[in-house]
């Protein structure tokens, strides 16, 4: 059972540190699964197969090069341990959904749902500008786009409660369609008929920004509980 490897934390990326510090090539094997955000909180970026998709309203979706500096990523090699045909399917019932096969309470887990979605409802940041912007600003100005009928998958995990500060607590998912052309980060999804898979990850290892501004970073824990739940849920 391999484990999920994380540059930096929510925590951090929500207190504002989110400039480029870590090459993707640090990260990402030929294999790897999972997601994270450009520098800036640019782009939302999908990983999927070691290619790193990213996501920016107003542009089309393309993949980030090896050297791409970026300030958040949560990647592991996916090898489900059971995969589960589900009907009707969604954002509100997927928890239950999954606890039919596991009970993820105290656990990680990589998790993907693959099908046609009737309804998905995805969100993308407008590419920084060159001046400095709040998470709030960030998020206040995302691009959020509704798709009927779209094939695809969507690509994520989910963290217990307990690390909620470390990563997005419960569900985080993005989406990646069948032809590599449509991606974002994940508000609402339905789908009729799809797959659930998932694999339990027992060890995650977070590499902290080394930078003397993440040294420096000032984090009120308190405000950053309330913002987690507020702009990545
Ligand atoms: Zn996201």
Not at 30 to 42: D, K, N, T, V
Not at 54 to 70: D, F, P, Q, W, Y
Not at 191 to 206: G, M, P, R, Y
Request: hydrophobic content about 40%.
């Amino acid at each position: 059972m391999s484990k999920i490897t994380q540059f930096s934390t929510i925590g951090a990326l929500m207190a504002g540190h989110f400039r480029g510090e870590a090459p993707l090539s640090a990260f990402c094997s030929h294999r790897a699964f999972g997601l994270g955000c450009s520098a800036e909180i640019s782009g939302e970026l999908t990983i999927h197969e070691g290619q790193v998709h990213e996501a920016t309203a107003g542009e089309a979706l393309h993949c980030l090069s090896r050297e791409t500096e970026i300030p958040f990523i949560q990647v592991t090699d996916y090898t489900p341990q059971q995969e589960r045909a589900v009907t009707s399917i969604n954002h509100e019932n997927a928890q239950a959904q999954l606890s039919r096969f596991i009970r993820p309470d105290n656990i990680f887990l990589a998790v993907s749902i693959g099908g046609c979605f009737e309804h998905l409802i995805l969100r993308r940041p407008h590419r920084a500008d060159g001046g400095s912007r709040s998470v709030d600003e960030v998020a206040a100005s995302q691009k959020v786009d509704r798709h009927e009928g779209i094939a695809g998958r969507l690509i994520g995990f989910w963290t217990p409660e307990l690390f909620g500060r470390v990563s997005v607590p419960g569900f985080h998912f993005h989406f990646l369609d069948e032809t590599s052309q449509i991606s974002g980060h994940v508000l609402e999804f339905s789908a009729q008929k799809a797959v659930l898979s998932f694999e339990e990850k027992t060890t995650i290892e977070i590499v902290n920004p080394a930078s003397a501004a993440f040294r420096a970073l000032e984090i009120d824990v308190g405000a950053l509980d309330e913002m987690i739940h507020r702009i990545e849920k």
